[in-house]
């Protein structure tokens, strides 16, 4: 994928603390969305299947997949919901 | 103020240790999301955008420095040191840990406090006049009536199942302090022909995406018959209440749709029907809960003494002060003092631990230790001798707790918005910020004007009864934001209405700055934003505001 290309990651939210995570290339969660595995529209369920799977309890609440590029090595959500839960509040 | 009795205590505690088992089983996977989301939420515990939030209720506003303190300590121990205040009198703490939420809640027992019913189609935290007790146009307290209806609301096994949340208000004032007219039920106490004292009923009041107005649906009822009467409302809306939309569960679609007539005529009979004797609230019932709420003592003070008269002369803050935030008490020489959660530039109705410890001393020190919230976002020391006021005021100012600008431009309302709520569309808490620091010069000048500011369509920054209204709106990703004028939430509340097409974020301030203008040259001796609009009319605001487009 191009660099510019828009990409899709799961994220959720993590089940102990609430805290935003990022599905990784190691099937694990990162805190930090520059540890996501970005994959294509194509790849983009069954990535979203694999994070849904496991026995419970599943470490994160309700994953979902979001768009996002990544921008000079850095992963940018599409939208302004995801860049506040990856980044923080603006204020 | 109330306190509980064993039999509360007892439940309080039962019902920690029933979550605390809750939290177990879901950490180990014996309950899955869906089992366990609503047992969460019927404890307040949402899940947002950065974390949990645990929304606990403040009964109709009313806090000890005790309970105050706790919650100081809550929000250093679990959360980020600080809280937020909500227009429900709630207080939300928006970093919270599952894993920690049973101890929260045991602490929270400990100080009679907990979250239940914070969330969820049930009844939520009934709310009152914030100056109760104390106001000098009051008819009657509404705290023991208040607290009357919140044993009666809690976990009442009639209506667990209601169509949707629930709200209810109290005023014992003809000034509405309360918002009362927004609510599912408002309820004015209100003294009959024969000089009885007893309840004006309104039904159907509620913001969100429908906005509409409460309507009287008993112009009087005596006291002893207020509970069967509000069951009879809530069997009504029960009974026919839609349970196939959610957009239109509320108890005002209701009315909107029988018309107030025949919803009075259906609670009526419902009510007719009802055996009165098993809700009647008999005299020596109110007196015995009116006991948790003494009068205060009616012994005068002084209304000033040489120090006092010093500072007011030589600080013009604290004359300011004087003049915005300290309201009229009704026994001579108190005051009620209104602590401004809304310095400009900061997230109003945030409170940090030891802004809540500052004011929960100063409350033991000044103001017999109690505390109120007001649905404006604000805190309030209801009881201070009007000669502690200097000292007070100090304390307050050191503490940046002191702004002197109750009821003006930049005391917004703002719900959290799409920094944390997972509901919201748009910011709110930005836009208030800036807004606030751009109005804060001129608004002395400008006198009352109410800006509130929500960040979706469900309405928790109250924008439809603003004076301004600002609601945030996404439009293809980005943040827009429409605008509204003329609305007001005290006794002559009315919605505001629509100005024009939603102006761009960036665009706000100088919106707002244009309205402010225009309202300050048409306007006449006395009026505020909403009467110089009902008389001008829409056109000279919008001719303003979209000059350029």
Same mark, same amino acid.
């Not at chain 2, 679990?78 to 928006?94: A, E, L, P, V």
């Not at chain 2, 004076?467 to 439009?475: C, E, F, M, R, S």
């Given at each position: 994928m191009a660099e510019t290309d828009v990409s899709h990651l799961v994220t959720g939210n993590r089940l102990r603390d609430g805290v935003p995570v990022y599905r990784t290339v190691d099937g694990g969660w990162s805190p930090a969305i520059d540890d996501a595995r970005l994959v294509s529209a194509e790849a983009s369920e069954t990535l979203l299947a694999e994070s849904q799977d496991g026995p419970p309890p599943l470490p994160v609440v309700a994953p979902y997949l979001i768009e996002a590029r990544r921008v000079k090595g850095k992963v940018r959500p599409l939208t302004l919901r995801e860049s506040i839960r990856a980044f923080g509040p603006t204020i | 103020m109330y306190q509980y009795d064993t039999y509360d205590q007892r439940f309080i505690g039962e019902r920690v240790a029933q979550y605390q088992d809750q939290v177990r089983r879901r950490l180990a996977g014996q309950l899955s999301e869906d089992e366990f989301r609503p047992l969460r939420l019927m404890n307040g515990l949402y899940l947002q955008l950065h974390a949990y939030m645990l929304r606990i209720a403040i009964p109709y506003g009313t806090l000890s420095s005790r309970q105050l303190r706790r919650l100081a300590y809550i929000a250093r121990r679990?959360?980020?040191? &600080?809280? /937020? &205040?909500?227009?429900?009198?709630?207080?939300? &703490?928006?970093w919270i840990k599952l894993e920690e939420t049973p101890d929260i809640l045991a602490s929270l027992a400990e100080v009679e406090m907990h979250s239940i019913q914070t969330s969820g189609n049930s009844f939520r935290n009934t709310t009152a006049d914030p100056f109760a007790g104390v106001a000098v146009d009051e008819i009657e307290d509404p705290r023991p009536y208040c607290e009357i209806i919140r044993q009666w609301a809690t976990l009442h096994p009639e209506f667990s199942f209601l169509p949707r949340k629930f709200k209810i208000a109290l005023s014992g004032a003809p000034n509405d302090r309360a918002a009362i007219k927004i609510h599912d039920i408002g309820l004015y106490l209100r003294r009959n022909a024969e000089g009885e004292v007893? &309840?004006?009923?309104?039904?159907?009041?509620?913001?969100?995406r429908t906005p509409i107005l409460a309507q009287t649906i008993r112009p009087f009822i005596a006291k002893r018959d207020i509970l069967s009467y509000l069951e009879a409302i809530l069997r009504i809306y029960n009974q026919y209440g839609r349970r196939d939309n959610l957009f239109k569960a509320r108890i005002k679609i209701l009315v909107q749709s029988l018309g107030i007539d025949r919803m009075r005529e259906e609670v009526e009979v419902e009510w007719a029907a009802m055996d009165h004797a098993a809700l009647a609230l008999p005299e020596e019932a109110i007196a015995e809960m009116a006991r948790f709420f003494p009068a205060p003592d009616p012994t005068p003070a002084p209304a000033d003494d040489e120090a006092f008269r010093a500072v007011l002369e030589a600080e013009c803050g604290f004359a300011r002060w004087v003049e915005q935030n300290v309201a009229p008490h009704k026994v001579p020489g108190h005051a009620i003092v209104t602590v401004s959660l809304k310095e400009p530039g900061v997230t109003p109705g945030d409170c940090t631990a030891e802004q809540m410890e500052l004011v929960a001393d100063l409350a033991d020190r000044y103001g017999f230790g109690e505390i109120r919230l007001t649905h404006e976002q604000n805190l309030v020391l209801p009881q201070i001798r009007r000669i502690d006021l200097p000292v007070v005021w100090r304390s307050l100012k050191e503490a940046r707790l002191a702004t002197a600008n109750v009821?003006?431009?930049?005391?917004?309302?703002?719900?959290?918005?799409? $920094? #944390?709520?997972?509901?919201?569309?748009? !910011?709110?808490? %930005?836009?208030?910020?800036?807004?606030?620091?751009?109005?804060? %010069? !001129? *608004? !002395?000048?400008?006198? $009352?004007? @109410?800006?509130? =500011?929500?960040?979706?369509?469900?309405?928790?920054?109250?924008?439809?009864?603003? /004076? =301004?209204?600002?609601?945030?709106? $996404? +439009?293809?990703? *980005?943040?827009? #934001? @429409?605008?509204?004028?003329?609305?007001?939430?005290?006794?002559?509340?009315?919605?505001?209405?629509?100005?024009? %097409?939603?102006? +761009?974020?960036?665009?706000?301030?100088?919106?707002?700055?244009? =309205?402010?203008?225009v309202y300050l040259k048409l306007r006449q001796e006395g009026e505020q934003l909403p009467e110089t609009y009902r008389r001008v009319g829409n056109k000279p605001f919008k001719d303003v505001l979209y000059a350029a487009h």
């Open positions: - | 679990w959360d980020r040191g &600080f809280g /937020h &205040f909500t227009t429900r009198t709630n207080i939300q &703490f928006h007893g &309840f004006e009923v309104l039904v159907g009041g509620g913001l969100g009821a003006l431009a930049s005391a917004i309302i703002a719900c959290p918005g799409l $920094d #944390y709520c997972g509901l919201a569309t748009a !910011r709110s808490i %930005p836009v208030a910020q800036r807004l606030a620091i751009a109005l804060a %010069p !001129r *608004e !002395r000048e400008i006198g $009352d004007l @109410q800006i509130k =500011i929500s960040g979706c369509i469900n309405a928790c920054g109250h924008h439809h009864v603003g /004076h =301004i209204g600002l609601l945030g709106v $996404d +439009k293809n990703g *980005e943040e827009f #934001y @429409q605008i509204t004028l003329g609305g007001s939430a005290d006794e002559n509340a009315a919605l505001g209405t629509i100005v024009g %097409p939603a102006v +761009k974020s960036d665009e706000v301030v100088n919106s707002v700055d244009k =309205i402010v203008d």
